[in-house]
């Protein structure tokens, strides 16, 4: 199995190649759309800011290029946020395969950005098989994403919002997995059988 991690211009990417590594699995960190179309999972990961990102995407073609994939796309963090529709992070354009906006927390009492270890809840199969209810995963963000029928996990900060979400074959999670323990291997271990 070839597993291609996107090479933009936001973090992360190191950390999730040690964690497909922790697995026994190698990757190889890329921004050449042959390699990404060849690979059989692509790996979205992403710690960094909407418009800069969108624009390192756009310039390249990459935006194109992940709308037409075929095979299991994972975006995390940011990565999700960029499949959505739209950030409101400098009202920034993204790439729209999830029909959703990203919207500034305004949680009130709550700290902002969100970091630090919460619970998920309601989540699907695809991602979440064997994963138990109201497991904690790793968070670090002040944008979210709305709950709506894409929605396949849930997690509760102020107000609900999208851990995760699910269509065709695009996934992604607001939570960071490779930052999650044994939680997050169970996650990444079923994206990488899907």
């Not at 992940?66 to 994972?74: D, G």
Request: hydrophobic share 40%; net charge negative.
């Amino acid at each position: 199995m070839t597993v291609a991690i996107l090479k933009y211009n936001a973090g992360n990417v190191a950390s999730v190649q040690n964690a497909l590594a922790r697995l026994g699995v190698d990757s190889v960190i890329t921004d050449d759309p042959e390699v990404i179309r060849a690979a059989d999972k692509l790996i979205f990961p992403g710690v960094g800011e909407a418009s800069t990102a969108m624009s390192f995407l756009c310039e390249r073609g990459l935006d194109v290029l992940i709308r037409s994939l075929t095979q299991p796309v994972l975006g995390v963090c940011l990565g999700m946020q960029l499949m959505c529709t739209h950030s409101d992070e400098n009202d920034t354009p993204c790439i729209g395969i999830f029909p959703a906006t990203v919207r500034l927390f305004e949680s009130g009492e709550m700290k902002v950005p969100h970091t630090g270890w919460n619970t998920i809840e309601d989540s699907s199969p695809a991602l979440f098989h064997g994963v138990p209810e109201n497991s904690y995963v790793y968070f670090v963000h002040s944008y979210y994403v709305s709950l709506s029928e894409y929605t396949s996990s849930v997690c509760r900060y102020g107000i609900e919002f999208s851990a995760a979400l699910e269509k065709d074959n695009f996934y992604g999670v607001q939570f960071h997995p490779e930052k999650s323990g044994t939680v997050g291997e169970k996650i990444l271990e079923n994206f990488l059988r899907i």
